[in-house]
Every structure is written in C-alpha cells, then in structure tokens.
C-alpha cells in the first residue's frame, strides 16, 4: 500500500472519529456536564451569614447642629437606607459598575471577562462583576482573588438575586463598598470626601463615589497621581454619559456640570479633647433609658447630642483662660492637682448645651462633669433654704423662715432643738451677730444654716434636695451637717438642682441625647421636663436670695451684663470649690477639684492663687466668662419672679433701690433663734432696710463664704486689692 493510500485510509478514519454529529453530540454532552456540575454546585453551596467586616459599623456622635463629634469603633461605616440617597445618586453607581443590573439575573459572563482584561490591563481590579456579585463578594464572602472564591461569588450572587429585590441589593452594596480613606460604605465616603452625610450628594459628587469603587486608592483625588485624576475624571465621564444614554440624566444638565473636586482628607475624630467626655456621657445616658452597654459597642447607632458647639468652645476656652492658663501641670506637682469639670443646662428644655470633663479624656479619663465623689459644699444651702419656704418652715421661737428672718451668725454657736449635736463654725472663726436670712445667704453663714436646717428637718431637705435632682447615696445622712453640703455630688446633679429653681419650681432633668437611632430601633429621649416638685413661690424666693449673691455677696465675680443668681461653695479641708448660677436662659456649675495624680482628693489650697481656691474666684471667673460668651455678650432677659414678699434690701446692696414687705409672720416675736450674745436682742424688722443690732455686737462689712465646720482655720485669706471695693468670698 502506497504512502498516499495509507494516508487517505488514515484520514477517513479521523473523519469518521470527527465527524459533525459526534462533534455536536459530544458539545451537548459536555455542556449537560457542566450543567448538572453547575447545578450540584449551585445545591450544595449555600447562602451564608453574613461576614463579621461586613455587618461592623462605627456609632456616629453629633453637635446639635449635625456636625460630627466623634467616630468610635474599628469600622469606619454607617448604614443608611437606600430612602436616604439620592435617586440620581443611586443610579450613578448603577451607570458606573453595572448598567443591566436592573435587568440581569445577578451574573454577568461578559462582564467577568472584561474584568479580567481591566485587571490585567491595570484599569482597576472591579468593574468585571455585576454589582449583585461585588456585593456577594463584599458582604458575604471575602476579598481572595480565587478560582474557588470566584465561583462560590457566582453560585450565591444567583440565589441573592431570587431572593432579594434590586433595592436591597443595590442598598448592601453602597454600604458595604469601600471607598478609601479608611471609608466603608456611602455615609463614611460622603462624609470623608464632601463632609456632608449621603443624603446632601449631589449626582456630580455621587458620580465621583460611583467612580471611586473601580481603585480607591488609585482614584483618590487628593493623593492621586497625573495619571490617576486622569482614570477617575475619565471615569466620572463614562458614568455621567452612561446616564444619559439610560435616561437617568438629562443631557443639558449633564452638559452643565463640571468635576467635584473632594476635600483633603482629614484625621477622623478621636477621643482626645473633650470628645470622650461628651461620648461617654451619652452612653450613660443611653444606657440608663435601658440600652446595653453591648449594644452600643455592636455599633450602627446615629447619636446627636444637644451639645451647642459654640457653647462647648466657649466653655473650654474659659477653663483655658481662667485655669490652665494659670496653672503649670508639668513643672508643679500641686498644680496638676487641680482638676476643673463644668455642666450648662437650658433651664427651658433641659438640654445640656456643653460640658467640661477635664483636661482632656485621653489624659485623665473620670470625667469631672459627672463624678459625684466631691462636695458640693455650701452651693447645698439655697436648696436648705428652698426646703423652709417649701413647707413654711419656723425658727425655734415661732417665727416663718423667710428672707428677711433674723438668725444669729455667731460662730460656732450650737444649734437648738437636734438631737445630734452641732455647733459649725463660720469661716476664720467669724461671728456676725444677728443678721437677716439674705445676709446669712450674700455671706454664705454656717452657723445660719445649720440651725436653719434644724428648724425645717433634715428629713424635709433631703426630700427637697432629691425632687430637686440630687441623688440619694450612703453619705447623704438626715444630719445638721448636710446643711453644708457634706455629701457627693456633681456639676451635672447640681446644674439639674438650680435649673429647676430657675424654672421656678418645674423639674428639669438634664439630657444629653438629643436623639439615638439605629437601622433597626431607636431610644426614646430623656423626658427632660417634668412636674412642678416645689412651688414657684419656694423657687422664686430662693432665686432672689441668690441674686444677692452675685450682686454684692461671695459670687460678685460671676455679675456680668445680664440677670444672675447663683451660690459660692468651698468644702472642708478645701477639697473642692464651686460656683452654681444662672440667668433667665442658661444655668451653669462649675467645680474644681483637688486630685493627687494616682487618686485620692487633696486640698486645692496653694494651687490656684496663694491660700484658699474659694468658689468666688476661680469657679465664679470661669462662670462669668463663659456666660458672657455663651449669651453673646450679656442679655436684656430678666428674671419673672413671684416672691413670698420676704424679701428684704440687700443689706450688702452699695445702693438699696426698691421697697420689699415686712415677714409675712404678723407678730414674730423679738428675739432671734438660739442664743445670742447680745443682751437686748433686736426686734423683727418693719422696714426696707437691715435690722441693727444692740449692745456691742456689730455686722462686719465685709461677707464671706464658709467651708465645713471640721475644716481647720487655714492660712489668711487675699485681702482685697484697694479701691477695688471687693466682698471676697474666704
């Protein structure tokens, strides 16, 4: 056999092997193969949970204002529902990544062909995919560059789309995609690229998002290379044009925009500063209205808090400049003792409009805004005073408690009519004779309070003092020396107390969560505003006493331009020392506090300013300069108050203006309570103006603020500067 018959014997057999039926019967075999190995597949692989990246978000914390505060949690990431986007937002990302996507069955073939090609060509490793896979690949799934990843991505991307609808896929993936910049999800991008929340995009700034998912690194205008600003404003195009030839977009407008430069990148907030103070605090609070502490690190939450961020910066711009200025932490051990904490409630709505926890949380975390480990010294005594004209409280001879009830301010007199013993002393061992319950209040008297909380009960104040706000707690004991503010409490509990005397007698409670909302819950807010706990004549009456205070007793340095009333307290051993006040509109505590640097209190004595660091300087200073700030400048609001006609001429008053009613007691009798050294005690007063005593005690001229009967005498007081004309609080 030829060589030429053998090779056409040969190919007859390869035809005959070959032939186009064997061909096309051994295609559709293959292809049933592939099918039913497809399909065991697609049965065995199923949905999973999501992955533990994907469902990871950061609480959001804002100003009143919207502004971001604070990001906390390892994911920068908020959801936010598809509702919130724009719908021409929306569609970008649809033009940009998969423009069947409203039509496809969630795999695109084509597509991850192309993909492959932009991979290998170095256009972007996304794109290839329809947008059901990358989200698959982002939510359920993980980043690996697999052949058995990649069919897994295909398998549950066709299951997803049978059992979800376009809107919560195209939803999961805008929140799931990253974006740069540390950015998951639409919210963070927005607000990382535009500082605006997702809601606020324009399709211009939506377009360059869309855009950004192809290399986002790569694609990052403020980092980016020639080459790169080149890809993604190409890019841009390619998403706005896609647009328009879906008719998503209308040509003119499209005609009409021009390329969104981003913002530079910016450090995402932390918890330097106060920031961690004001996020903490609203945690408690949350967590006090029944939400767990667990539910709160899962994250998710959108937290806006009624803090004003210009009454913030104004509060920490006066500790800056009335303390820290003053103070030097690193080169004087006593003046790193020095702690200052500060709460500013709205009386009208019980906002907290700023807070002051410390030097910063980072550096020293216990916030002292809310720390209720220091006394609140003598800023308890106009709540002793609320409680007498409350329950119409009398003196031990008879006589109703009102501001112009005569008591005896001798020191270290003792109280009459206590089983429990107590004679406290007046500060420097003082003794001011019979004096009126305004004088005893300008000049902070203990031996006044002291008896005065005998003759209302230590039971009855307690009361008050807890309708008012106070906290009840072990050290809060039914004693004559509660009188002088011997329990704990804090700037936050006391701003509390003096906004409702300052809304005349109507609870408020502070809140700081202005509201808390969850993709799938939300936490009902502080009622803030509650019943009337004294009445408006008990509140008004107090508030006017105060108003002595600051106009010519131990407060002086908080008066300012605008109507204030407010308490000076100093605790024993000079622990603590506050100031409490308020005008119609804006109540404020402020405390400082003296803190050994590895815990423990200690005296604030020599730290400040030589001496005692008395609530009427420091904490009055940095009282007045803030509400200064705060009310912009000072304010025409005056206080509308409905007296129990006690009133009497500020005896402290440079100029007495104005006539005021006798006590409303019609024959109190001639003697003041307790014992009083003067032999011919003086009668009741009938006039405006201070009664004067007999004999040869005298009313010093100049009022001063007390501490704890137990405090020793300390070293002399700063004498006033001459020609000041100054009423010193010591």
């Given at each position: 056999m030829g060589?030429?018959?053998?090779?056409?014997?040969?190919?007859?057999?390869?035809?005959?092997?070959?032939?186009?039926?064997k061909l096309l019967g051994t295609f559709f075999v293959g292809c049933l193969l592939v099918m039913g190995a497809f399909y065991a597949i697609y049965l065995m692989v199923p949905v999973p949970t999501a992955n533990a990246q994907a469902t990871m978000q950061s609480n959001v914390y804002k100003y009143a204002n919207g502004k971001i505060l604070a990001r906390t949690g390892e994911i920068n990431r908020e959801i936010v529902g598809l509702e919130k986007i724009p719908r021409d937002v929306q569609d970008a990302f649809v033009a940009a990544e998969n423009k069947t996507f409203y039509k496809d069955n969630g795999v695109d073939i084509k597509g991850t062909a192309r993909g492959a090609l932009n991979t290998i060509t170095g256009k972007g490793k996304q794109g290839g995919s329809t947008i059901t896979q990358q989200y698959v690949k982002n939510y359920y799934l993980d980043q690996d560059q697999t052949v058995t990843r990649k069919l897994k991505e295909m398998v549950i991307?066709?299951?997803?789309?049978?059992?979800?609808?376009?809107?919560?896929?195209?939803?999961?993936?805008?929140?799931?995609?990253?974006?740069?910049?540390?950015?998951?999800?639409?919210?963070?991008?927005?607000?990382?690229?535009?500082?605006?929340?997702?809601?606020k995009l324009n399709v211009a700034q939506g377009a360059y998002l869309a855009s950004l998912l192809q290399a986002p690194n790569q694609y990052d205008w403020a980092v980016a290379s020639p080459t790169g600003r080149k890809l993604v404003e190409e890019r841009w195009n390619y998403t706005l044009d896609n647009m328009v030839e879906e008719g998503w977009l209308d040509p003119a407008e499209r005609a009409g925009l021009t390329f969104p430069v981003p913002q530079k990148p910016k450090a995402a907030p932390g918890m330097e500063g106060q920031r961690g103070y004001l996020v903490e605090a609203a945690n408690q609070e949350l967590m006090r209205q029944g939400l767990r502490e667990e539910d709160i690190k899962a994250g998710g939450w959108t937290i806006t808090l009624n803090i004003d961020?210009?009454?913030?910066?104004?509060?920490?711009?006066?500790v800056d400049r009335q303390l820290e200025a003053k103070l030097d932490r690193k080169g004087d051990k006593k003046d790193a003792t020095v702690q200052a904490g500060a709460t500013s409630v709205d009386p009208r709505t019980g906002k907290v409009l700023a807070l002051y926890g410390g030097i910063g949380a980072t550096e020293h975390w216990t916030s002292n805004a809310t720390r209720?480990?220091?006394?609140?010294?003598?800023?308890?005594?106009?709540?002793?005073?609320?409680s007498a004209l409350e329950n119409g409280a009398k003196t031990q001879d008879?006589?109703?408690?009102?501001?112009?009830?005569?008591?005896?301010?001798?020191s270290k007199r003792p109280v009459e009519g206590s089983d429990v013993p107590f004679n406290p002393e007046n500060e420097d061992n003082r003794s001011y004779g019979p004096v009126t319950v305004q004088k005893a209040t300008n000049s902070s008297i203990n031996s006044v309070y002291a008896q005065m909380i005998v003759d209302v009960g230590p039971g009855n104040v307690k009361k008050t003092a807890l309708d008012l706000g106070m906290k009840d707690g072990e050290d809060f004991g039914e004693t004559p020396s509660m009188s002088l503010g011997v329990m704990g409490a804090s700037t936050w509990d006391m701003a509390g107390v003096y906004a409702t005397l300052d809304n005349h007698g109507v609870k408020v409670t502070p809140t700081i969560v202005k509201s808390a909302e969850h993709k799938d819950r939300k936490v009902e807010p502080v009622k803030s505003i509650g019943e009337q706990v004294i009445s408006r004549e008990a509140a008004d009456t107090t508030t006017k006493a105060m108003q002595g205070v600051v106009r010519s007793g131990s407060g002086f340095r908080a008066a300012g331009d605008y109507d204030a009333a407010g308490k000076t307290g100093t605790s024993e051993n000079n622990r603590s020392a506050w100031f409490v006040g308020y005008t119609p509109e804006l109540v404020t505590a402020v405390g400082l506090f003296g803190e050994e640097v590895k815990g423990g209190q200690t005296t604030l004595t020599d730290t400040i300013n030589p001496g005692r660091a008395n609530g009427g300087r420091t904490p009055a200073q940095i009282w007045g300069a803030y509400t200064t700030s705060a009310l912009g400048?000072?304010?025409?609001?005056?206080?509308?108050?409905?007296?129990?006609?006690?009133?009497?001429?500020?005896p402290d008053a440079p100029t007495p203006t104005g006539t005021t009613t006798e006590s409303p007691d019609p024959t109190p009798p001639a003697t003041p309570t307790g014992s009083s050294p003067d032999p011919t005690p003086p009668p009741t007063p009938t006039t405006t103006t201070p009664p004067q005593p007999t004999g040869t005690i005298t009313i010093p001229p100049q009022?001063?603020?007390?501490?704890?009967?137990?405090?020793?005498?300390?070293?002399?007081?700063?004498?006033?500067?001459?020609?000041?004309?100054?009423?010193?609080?010591q």
């Open positions: 060589r030429t018959e053998r090779r056409e014997k040969k190919g007859g057999r390869i035809r005959r092997l070959f032939t186009w039926k991307a066709l299951k997803v789309d049978q059992r979800s609808s376009k809107s919560e896929i195209l939803a999961g993936y805008i929140n799931t995609s990253y974006y740069g910049r540390s950015a998951y999800g639409i919210q963070a991008a927005a607000q990382s690229y535009y500082g605006i929340d997702a809601s961020e210009k009454k913030q910066n104004a509060l920490v711009k006066a209720r480990d220091y006394q609140p010294a003598s800023t308890f005594k106009p709540i002793v005073l609320a008879g006589r109703r408690i009102g501001l112009g009830t005569i008591y005896d301010g001798t400048g000072g304010s025409d609001a005056r206080f509308d108050l409905e007296t129990d006609g006690s009133a009497v001429t500020d009022p001063t603020e007390t501490t704890d009967p137990t405090e020793p005498t300390g070293p002399p007081v700063e004498p006033p500067v001459v020609g000041e004309g100054e009423r010193d609080e």
